[in-house]
């Protein structure tokens, strides 16, 4: 991390000019917590793209496979724990309400990684809704479930948490348990392994085929299917969370927003960094990518957000 830009973003948060904080958080900070990203190469689920699953019309066609991919999800978020930039941003909170200044976060993330790092959940907003949240699917039962941590959630979808490999790889760490001339490759790194095949292929990894009978059903009508109660793809946020942001940026000018771990490519959430900077409040983001930097003309921290966001906000 560059010392002098981290002196001066340092002294501003910590000063009386900065009383109004905004954290707009993505997959980047649950990524040393071990759960992938949407885009890159994390963003690959046994083949398909995490992108395409995330849609209504996926569900639609088939529950099954979408289901298969949040049972994962889900599996992998109860077995993360909350890392280092998830606790810095929590105490960031308290800290700045013990000092009367204003804070709220803003995550896209639907892991529940800050709920469980304490993060005051007054000043937390999932703005993509969570993934251990339940909704029936039928147009007229309103049942949703919230907290509910049970895997899996049917025995059909017992065996969906193997992580993804690309088979490549998968060959080359056997060669490296067994000794051989890759011992020391890091295969993490090798961009022809984010070569994505397609079904039919001998690389192709198949999922189960499960029937509705096989998926979670609503308790109470009986018989519309639960879904994640996440937001998809030509969904709308929650009109609340919506409304309780806007109430923060609209109420006060917004001094700082946190850009943290997000290629901010997905909308409205991207939106709220401009929404700041129309105030002529600044900005800090904090990523790995330094392309997800560029046209950033505020403090750029190019790192690992679990290790910049203790240096940084503590
Ligand atoms: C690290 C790191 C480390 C890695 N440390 N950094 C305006 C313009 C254009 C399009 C639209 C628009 N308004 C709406 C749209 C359409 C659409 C949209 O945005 N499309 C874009 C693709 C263009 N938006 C919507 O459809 C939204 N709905 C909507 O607007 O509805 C309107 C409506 C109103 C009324 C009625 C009906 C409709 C909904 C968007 C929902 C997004 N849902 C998902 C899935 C959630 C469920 C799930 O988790 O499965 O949310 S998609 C996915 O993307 C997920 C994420 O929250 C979201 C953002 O991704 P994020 O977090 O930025 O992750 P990545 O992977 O993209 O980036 C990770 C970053 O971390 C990278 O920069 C890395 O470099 C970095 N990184 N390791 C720090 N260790």
Redesign the pocket.
């Known amino acids: 991390m560059n010392q002098g830009s981290l002196a001066s973003f340092h002294e501003y948060i910590t000063t009386d000019k900065c009383r109004t904080i905004l954290a707009l958080?993505?997959?980047?900070?649950s990524?040393?917590s071990g759960l992938p990203?949407?885009?890159?190469s994390?963003?690959l689920w046994k083949n398909y793209s995490?992108?395409d699953?995330?849609t209504p019309d996926a569900f639609n066609v088939d529950p099954g496979l979408v289901w298969q991919?949040?049972s994962y999800?889900r599996y992998k978020a109860i077995q993360a724990k909350p890392n280092k930039?998830h606790y810095a941003l929590s105490e960031l909170s308290k800290v700045a309400a013990s000092k009367g200044k204003k804070f709220l976060t803003l995550t896209?993330?639907?892991d529940g990684l800050s709920k469980r790092a304490h993060h005051d959940p007054e000043q937390l907003l999932e703005?993509?809704?969570s993934?251990f949240t339940l909704k029936c699917t039928s147009f007229d039962c309103t049942y949703t479930e919230n907290n509910n941590f049970k895997h899996p959630l049917t025995p059909q979808l017992q065996g969906c948490e193997e992580e993804w490999v690309n088979p490549r790889k998968r060959q080359r760490r056997t060669e490296n348990e067994n000794g051989n001339e890759h011992e020391n490759e890091d295969v993490d790194n090798d961009d022809k392994d984010t070569v994505v095949s397609t079904p039919g292929s001998p690389e192709f990894t198949p999922v189960k085929d499960i029937s509705r009978s096989g998926l979670p059903t609503c308790p109470q009508c009986k018989t519309g299917l639960l879904r994640?109660g996440?937001?998809?793809?030509?969904?709308?946020?929650p009109f609340k969370v919506l409304d309780q942001a806007d109430q923060f940026i609209m109420s006060q000018k917004v001094d700082l927003i946190l850009v943290?771990?997000?290629?901010?490519?997905?909308?409205?959430?991207?939106?709220y960094v401009n929404r700041v900077k129309l105030q002529g409040g600044k900005v800090a983001i904090?990523?790995?990518?330094e392309?997800?930097l560029q046209g950033c003309d505020g403090w750029k921290f190019l790192?690992?957000?679990?290790e910049?966001l203790p240096q940084a906000l503590m």
Request: hydrophobic fraction near 40%; include cysteine.
């Open positions: 958080c993505g997959a980047g900070l990524a040393s990203t949407f885009r890159g994390g963003g995490s992108m699953l995330a991919f949040y999800r930039g896209q993330n639907v703005l993509h809704g993934l994640p996440v937001v998809w793809f030509g969904e709308s946020l943290i771990g997000t290629s901010q490519s997905v909308w409205p959430a991207a939106g904090f990523n790995t990518d392309e997800d790192g690992d957000a679990a910049l």
